[in-house]
């Protein structure tokens, strides 16, 4: 069974930093494309980050560009999204997601609260 699990999150005042890391159970994330999105109060969900299986291509949703970076480490099969400069929009539940071929996995959410 494919499971994902997000953590990291927690509460941080605004121009702190978090790391977020989403690990896999059931499969390798090596051959996997991995994203990360968030879901604020009272908003969609969005996708923020992703790269791809090999780690060479990366995107960034504009708002969180040269703020947020997304990186592997694959001998612990994770995904880490360090996050800086963290502003109180950057609120909200953050998921990461795993497609490797057309199977799409989620984790649950882990909450970041900024404050002001």
């Known amino acids: 069974e494919v499971q994902l699990q997000a953590s990291g999150g927690g509460l941080v005042q605004a121009g702190g930093s978090l790391k977020l890391s989403c690990a896999a159970s059931?499969?390798?994330?090596?051959?996997?494309?991995i994203g990360w999105f968030r879901q604020a109060p009272g908003k969609e969900r969005e996708g923020i980050s992703c790269?791809?299986?090999?780690?060479?291509?990366?995107y960034y949703l504009t708002s969180v560009k040269s703020r947020f970076t997304i990186s592997r480490a694959s001998a612990e099969n994770t995904v880490n999204l360090q996050m800086t400069s963290l502003k109180p929009e950057d609120t909200a539940v953050y998921y990461c997601?795993?497609?490797?071929?057309?199977?799409?996995?989620w984790g649950q959410g882990t909450l970041v609260t900024v404050s002001s």
């Open positions: 059931g499969f390798s994330f090596d051959d996997a494309a």
């Open positions: 790269i791809d299986s090999s780690g060479s291509r990366t």
């Open positions: 997601r795993a497609q490797k071929g057309e199977v799409v996995s």
